[in-house]
């Protein structure tokens, strides 16, 4: 899919996710980069504010200062920075409750009424449809930018996510615009939220979507399912046979939340390397390691272990063992769900 998306609205889409991601290091450098880019001080400020709403003040805040600081380091280097304009007052009389209320049902695209918390409801309505939309140094299409791209970076906030995604539709971001969001995402922020918004889009659209490839680019093969192994796996894993001869080398693909169970290789040392999405491996009395694209995994001769994907992420690896004469494998029990949920 090509991004059509600008340099505006890719650092607004980078700035977003990161300010929820709760990644301030990241979130620094695309703040600087959305600077050089054209975004003034005001959009970026307003943007972070907005974010209250959806990540809470915390996260906020964190932004905030994290934006005040790359200005301050920008100014030591001579950048002055467009403050840009602030948003307009306010009518005399403004009802936010009703502004509020036509904002959320032409976001909805239907009357939306949250009868069972019904203080909830109104903040929803005078509070962040009424007062929060109402400024305008940022357009509704712009600040559906902004939710859509910081929900990618929640976990469990995928009806939400979804529901953004249409309301993006309704505030008038384009279908192509709102289709360049993963790969802006992939590109600047990481594979797991590039996955969240890509499969919430593609459900908000109908469409077909390739959960082991939902980045758009080139990834390793998929294979077959791993039926000759799927006792040993909880969840669906695929396999793919990259090369054969004296030391064999297969891709594992694994859907999110699938891994293997705990299990000890005897006589053979097994090395991993992952070329997609994100995952975990554990051996026996250790905290666990996530693992991401480019990471590489040495396992020692008989050390029991596991390894899969995050509960939200597909996860690729490339694997092969160096085994001596008389290898084997030793499956043993799973990896149970109560283990597996802390990570």
Known sequence: MENVLNEKQQHIVAISCLEAKGDVEGLAGAISGGLDAGLTVSQVKEALSQLYAYTGFP??????????????????????????????????????????????????????????????????????FGDIFARNNLTHAQRELVTVSALSALEGCGAQLKSHVSGARNMGLTDAEIRSIPAVLAARVGDVEAWRAGKAIAEVYGEDFDEARPLGRPMFPKGGPNEAYAKYFTGGSFLAPLSSGKVPVSNVTFEPGCRNNWHVHHKGVQVLICVGGTGWYQEWGKPARKLNPGDVVEIPEGVKHWHGAAKDSWFQHVTFTVAEDGASNEWLEPVTDEEYDKL
């Open 59 to 128: 996260r906020s805040l964190n932004a905030l200062a994290t934006l005040q600081s790359v200005l301050d380091g920008r100014k030591r280097r001579g950048i002055d920075d467009p403050e840009g304009r602030d948003a307009d007052p306010l009518p005399e009389g403004y009802d936010a409750l009703r502004q509020g209320t036509e904002v959320q049902t032409k976001l909805s695209g239907r009357p939306f009424d949250y009868t069972f918390a019904p203080a909830t409801d109104y903040y929803l309505k005078a509070h962040l």
